[in-house]
Nanobody, 121 residues
């Protein structure tokens, strides 16, 4: 089970930290991904982190503003959101997979419930 939390309402320029806690599995051997779905739009890739060496990948729209990290001892993957913009408003989802790390959501086996991030102007 994956559970994402940490969303909320924030003003433009503000920050939030999302967490994705894994239960029932050992996170340390799973790659982690973050995706988002804005109102009326499809799901898009945000960031990903590999389990073995911590390599990270980001969508160009968030690169330099968002940071993905992990704490295997806590079975948790994080997404730090800085300098938020109204265009970042979306439901954010975390995903995990033992083999795949990247931007294709169809290749992740495990998904958590989303957490809503709302950025006001």
């Amino acid at each position: 089970q994956l559970q994402a939390y940490g969303g909320g309402l924030v003003q433009a320029g503000g920050s939030l930290r999302l967490s994705c806690e894994v239960s029932g599995r050992t996170l340390s051997r799973y790659n982690g991904g973050w995706f988002r779905q804005a109102p009326g739009k499809g799901r898009t890739f945000v960031a990903a982190i590999s389990w073995n060496d911590g390599t990270t990948r980001y969508a160009s729209s968030v690169n330099g503003r968002f940071t993905v990290s992990r704490d295997n001892s806590k079975n948790t993957v994080y997404l730090q959101l800085n300098n938020l913009k109204p265009g970042d408003t979306a439901v954010y989802y975390c995903a995990a997979d033992p083999l795949y790390v990247g931007g294709d959501g169809e290749k992740y086996h495990y998904w958590g419930q989303g957490t809503l991030v709302t950025v006001s102007s």
